[in-house]
């Protein structure tokens, strides 16, 4: 038996045809995908694609939500989503993180856990409710949920010291303070809460601001190199090459070259360019044209490579990008330090483009870029002046 008619044979055992179809699309993108690999796959989620098929496991976010191995879950999920069976869900973020809250506070003592959890519910929730209605919140609650964990790392050194929160003393909370890492700083807006609502001795001082040391950009010579590699070297990978020249040469943010569409890539009889923003068009130059051309690459042959994607850097999963966070990993282990990279590009800009082109090219705010302009002694900022001499 040839390995696509294995592949056959084995999604009929796991997924069989359903009367009323509803999971064909999924079979057929299953159907479509490399054999060995995806028939491994089956294996590994035989259990969630039988609960599909029999009813078991209802088709909807909040069922999936419930169930163990969540990477298993999330991949899936993705390509119910990608396939057109399960429609996209934008609050999953924020209930995921509802969901998980039990688990996470469980560890506290019953003082420190009923102190949490009224934080949690009172202050970090509602906030999270409240961007939602205006903008996507993926980012922000990872940020909150990078601030539950360290709220519970604080609650439990206080436990391991025998200290009770509101009888905590100043050289407690300059101990945590003291110790080295940002992560800690996490905590403040807890502890400012906390002092608020009294359960903080009221004459506690908390740190103002972490210190932040500023970052050096790239020096100049060594941006240039970076270019002329990403240019030249046809070893690296032409995701790596296109998103390395647009934060080398062009100063643009990861998150921002992720969000990236194959409807932002306008090609005309002449060129080819990258739109940025709403009206701002950047014309790129070869090689770095004919790579975003053809963006998306489909190199892989596994079940989400056989489902269309309009991100120009796709990611793992089906119907998402790369993550910012991803893609500045991949642009560091070929020796680009991407936000370094980025401050000498800006420094660069500034100094050739007025404020108000460089801000749509950017992605920033206007009176932000003028600034920076000022801060680099740019010919715009001298034109300005000059103007008003």
């Known amino acids: 038996m040839c390995a696509r008619c294995a592949l056959r044979c084995h999604l009929e055992h796991v997924l069989p045809p359903t009367a009323n179809g509803l999971l064909e699309p999924l079979r057929d993108a299953i159907l479509q995908a490399e054999p060995k690999t995806t028939r491994r796959w089956l294996n590994r989620n035989t259990d969630l694609l039988r609960g599909l098929h029999d009813g078991t496991i209802p088709l909807t976010h909040a069922a999936l939500d419930l169930l163990p191995r969540p990477k298993s879950v999330d991949y899936l999920r993705s390509l119910l989503i990608a396939t057109g ?83 905590c003393e100043q050289h407690a909370i300059d101990a945590w303070f003291a110790e080295p890492g940002t992560s800690r700083w996490h905590v403040r807006p807890f502890l400012t809460w906390a002092r608020r609502t009294r359960h903080l001795p009221k004459e506690i001082d908390l740190p103002k601001g972490r210190r932040v040391h500023a970052e050096l950009p790239t020096d100049a010579e060594d941006r240039w190199q970076i ?26 943010s990861l998150r921002r070259i992720v969000s990236l569409t194959t409807a932002d890539v306008i090609v005309t009889e002449a060129t080819t360019g990258l739109r940025l923003g709403a009206t701002d068009v950047l014309v790129l130059p070869d090689p770095f044209a004919a790579i975003a051309r053809t963006l998306p690459l489909s190199r892989r042959t596994g079940t989400v490579e056989q489902l269309p994607t309009t991100w120009l850097f796709a990611g793992g999963h089906a119907g998402k990008p790369l993550t910012a966070t991803s893609l500045g990993n991949r642009l560091r282990a070929i020796g680009i330090e991407p936000r370094k990279l980025r401050l000498s590009a800006t420094e660069q800009l500034a100094r050739e483009l007025p404020p ?22 740019g010919q715009w900022a001298n034109y300005a002046a000059n103007r008003r001499s």
Not at 228 to 240: A, C, F, I, Q, T
Not at 356 to 377: C, F
């Open 85 to 167: 069976i399960l429609d996209p869900d934008a609050h999953r973020s924020l209930r995921r993180l509802e969901t998980e809250l039990p688990q996470l506070l469980s560890g506290l003592d019953s003082g420190h856990h009923k102190l949490a959890s009224q934080w949690t519910h009172w202050a970090v929730l509602p906030r999270l409710r409240g961007l939602e209605s205006h903008r996507p919140i993926g980012t922000a609650v990872q940020n909150a949920r990078c601030q539950i964990l360290q709220v519970i790392e604080f609650l439990n050194t206080l436990e391991q010291r025998e200290i009770e929160m509101h009888r």
């Open 356 to 377: 108000s082109v460089l801000a749509g090219i950017l992605g920033l705010n206007a009176h932000t870029v003028a600034q920076h302009t000022l801060k680099t002694n």
């Open 227 to 252: 270019g002329r590699r990403l240019v030249k070297d046809e070893s690296l990978d032409p995701v790596d090459r296109l998103a390395g020249a647009l934060v080398a040469l062009y100063a643009q």
